[in-house]
C-alpha cells in the first residue's frame, strides 16, 4: 500500500521539494565487482601504490600523503620497502614500510573490530630490527569504544581513508605528469569506492539546506517522533540530514589541532549524530579521571555553529561539579547543562558557522593546554 503523505506537514513538503537536488552517486568498477571494502583486497593495492618502483609511475605519492597524514610531514623519504603479510608471534601485519631508521605498521581495518595485538606488533618488529616502530591503524570509519582505546593503549596513530586520500588528492598534481594514465583511472575509481556519500553541493544550496533544517527543526523533530521514520518524508529529508551530518563531520576533521601539549592526551575523532539536529561532535576521553569530574573534552559543529565544551561524570540532577578553576583562568562558561538529562556539559566558546577553522582550532588548543597544565 503507498504511503500517504501526511496534510499536516503539507508546507514541509513543499519546502523540501524546492530545495537543491542531490545527484546519486556514481558506480565504480570495484563496487560493481562485488570486492568494494575487502580488506586484502584493499591492502594489496595500498601496498602497490606505496611502492614507487612499481608500474603505476606515481612515484612517492602514497607515502608522502600517509606521512602528512600521521602528522610526519617532513619525513626523509630516503629509500625503502614495502612489505605485506608480515608474521609476528599472534599474527601478521598488514602492510610493513621500512626506512632506514623508522619503520611503518599498518593495520588496515574495514568493517571488522580491532582485535589485533598491536602492541605485540610494534614489540616483535621493533626487537627484530631495532628500528624506531610507529603504528598506524588505517580504517573506513573513525574507531571509537574498545577499539578506539585499544589503538590508544598500544600508541597507534588513527587514520581514516577518507583522511589518507585527501592528503593524495590534494598532492596528485605535483605528480600528475609521471602518473601512468591507466593506472590513475583505477587509482580515482578506488578512491571513489571508498567515497560512498552522495556528491555534494556548492556552497549557496549548502546553505540552503542548512537553513531549511534551523527553520523546521523542532518541526522535523515531531515528525520523526510521530510517524516512526515510516512517512514517505523521511527518507528525503534523510538525504538531506546526512549530507550536513557528513559535512560538518568532515569540517571537524579539518581543525589542526596539533599543539604538542595537546598531543598528549587528545585524539580527534568524529563521531556524526545524524538526528534531525543535524550536528557532529569530536570526543577524547581523558586518560585518567580528575577529582572535579572531568572525563571529556568535545568540539560540536552543528546548524548554529561550533561550540567547544567539557563533558564530565556528573548529572545535572547531582548538581554541579567542581569547576572553580575555570574561574581562577577568567572563564566564564556560556551554559552549563546543554544536555539536562545526559552527562553535564559545560560549554566554554560558541563561534558562528562562518568562524575560522584556524581561529578555533587554536581556542580548542588554548583550552586543552589548560586542561593539561590545570
Known amino acids: 500500500m503507498a504511503k500517504k503523505e501526511n496534510v499536516e506537514y503539507r508546507e514541509l513538503y513543499q519546502e523540501l521539494n524546492a530545495l537543491p537536488k542531490l545527484n546519486a552517486k556514481r558506480k565504480t568498477f570495484l563496487g560493481v565487482s562485488g570486492y568494494p571494502h575487502y580488506e586484502n583486497v584493499c591492502s594489496n593495492i595500498l601496498k ?4 614507487e618502483s612499481e608500474q603505476h609511475g606515481a612515484k612517492t605519492l602514497f607515502i608522502k600523503s600517509l606521512l602528512e597524514a600521521v602528522d610526519k610531514p617532513n619525513f626523509d623519504i630516503s629509500p625503502f620497502t614495502c612489505d605485506r603479510e608480515v608474521s609476528t608471534n599472534t599474527g601478521r601485519i598488514d602492510i610493513l614500510i621500512e626506512f632506514e631508521k623508522e619503520i611503518f605498521i599498518i593495520e588496515n581495518k574495514i568493517g571488522a573490530e580491532l582485535y589485533n595485538d598491536l602492541k605485540e606488533y610494534s614489540e616483535t618488529v621493533q626487537e627484530q630490527k631495532n628500528k624506531t616502530v610507529t603504528g598506524i591503524v588505517l580504517s573506513q570509519n573513525i574507531l571509537s569504544g574498545d577499539d578506539e582505546k585499544r589503538a590508544a593503549s598500544s600508541e597507534y596513530k588513527q587514520i581514516t581513508y577518507s583522511v589518507l586520500f585527501d592528503k593524495i588528492m590534494a ?9 601512468d594514465g591507466e593506472w590513475l583511472i583505477f587509482l580515482k575509481n578506488f578512491i571513489n569506492t571508498f567515497n560512498d556519500k552522495t ?5 549557496s544550496d549548502f546553505l540552503k539546506i542548512t537553513e531549511f533544517f534551523k527553520k523546521n527543526r523542532k518541526l522535523n523533530s515531531d515528525l520523526y ?4 521514520g515510516n512517512d514517505n518524508l523521511i527518507p528525503q529529508l534523510e538525504e538531506y540530514r546526512n549530507l550536513l551530518a557528513d559535512e560538518f563531520s568532515r569540517q571537524l576533521n579539518s581543525l589542526k589541532l596539533g599543539g604538542k601539549d595537546a598531543r598528549k592526551f ?3 575523532v568524529d563521531k556524526p549524530l545524524k538526528s534531525f539536529d543535524c550536528f557532529a561532535y569530536s570526543r577524547c576521553s581523558l586518560p585518567e579521571r580528575r577529582d572535579d569530574g572531568i572525563d571529556g573534552f ?3 559543529r552543528g546548524l548554529d555553529g561550533w561550540d567547544i565544551a567539557l563533558r564530565t561524570v556528573h548529572t545535572v540532577k547531582a548538581g ?3 569547576l572553580k578553576w575555570l574561574e581562577s583562568k577568567e572563564i566564564r562558561p556560556i551554559q552549563d547543562n546543554a544536555l539536562p538529562k545526559k552527562p553535564y556539559i559545560v560549554l566554554l566558546e560558541h563561534f558562528s558557522p562562518e568562524a575560522d577553522i584556524e581561529k578555533i582550532s587554536e581556542r580548542a588548543v588554548y583550552f586543552l593546554k589548560l586542561l593539561s597544565n590545570q
Open 48 to 51: 602497490f601504490f606505496l611502492d
Open 266 to 268: 587528545l585524539t580527534l
Open 199 to 203: 556528491e555534494s553541493v556548492n556552497k
Open 298 to 300: 568535545e568540539i560540536w
Open 320 to 322: 554541579n561539579p567542581d
Open 171 to 179: 598532492n596528485l598534481g605535483t605528480y600528475i605528469h609521471d602518473i
Open 225 to 228: 517522533k510521530k510517524t516512526d
